[in-house]
């Protein structure tokens, strides 16, 4: 059975190269996200109003906004999104037990290796 892969390297640019403008996107994101670090919520009501123009009193929802919002979603909603979890979870824990730390001493005294660290928090 052949592979269907979702993804697969970008093409490179003609040697003519492309007339559309550059947009740094890394720069943007970075900065988006330092106005945030800094900012905090404040900053987050700024890009909401911005990107989404939505500014609501809070940005948290009570339990019963989660239950209403759930409650209204079409059940074949809510089976996809639990496949992608699903999905998602199952890959991740594969993609985790093939890293594993190792620690290799070459000379006496000298050790190289690599180790998971894991991090606090990540935007998605």
Same mark, same amino acid.
């Given at each position: 059975? &052949?592979r269907?892969?979702?993804?697969s390297k970008?093409i490179k640019?003609?040697?003519t @190269?492309?007339?559309a403008?550059?947009?740094?996107?890394?720069?943007?994101v970075k900065?988006v996200i330092d106005a945030i670090?800094?900012?905090? =919520?404040?900053?987050? $009501?700024q890009?909401?109003?911005k990107? =989404?123009?939505?500014?609501p009193e809070s940005?948290?929802l009570s339990?019963? =906004?989660?239950d209403?919002i759930?409650?209204?979603?079409?059940?074949q909603?809510i =089976?996809d999104?639990?496949k992608v979890?699903s999905n998602?979870?199952r890959?991740?824990? &594969? !993609?985790?037990?093939?890293m594993r730390?190792?620690?290799v001493?070459?000379?006496? @005294?000298?050790?190289? @290796?690599?180790?998971n660290?894991?991090? !606090? $928090?990540? @935007?998605?």
């Amino acid at each position: 059975m &052949a592979r269907k892969y979702l993804k697969s390297k970008p093409i490179k640019a003609s040697a003519t @190269g492309s007339t559309a403008p550059k947009v740094d996107v890394p720069g943007i994101v970075k900065g988006v996200i330092d106005a945030i670090r800094n900012g905090g =919520d404040t900053a987050v $009501r700024q890009y909401s109003e911005k990107f =989404d123009k939505w500014s609501p009193e809070s940005f948290k929802l009570s339990e019963a =906004d989660i239950d209403r919002i759930i409650s209204s979603l079409p059940k074949q909603t809510i =089976d996809d999104i639990k496949k992608v979890q699903s999905n998602v979870r199952r890959f991740a824990e &594969a !993609q985790k037990a093939s890293m594993r730390e190792i620690e290799v001493e070459m000379e006496p @005294g000298v050790f190289l @290796g690599h180790k998971n660290t894991p991090i !606090q $928090r990540v @935007g998605a």
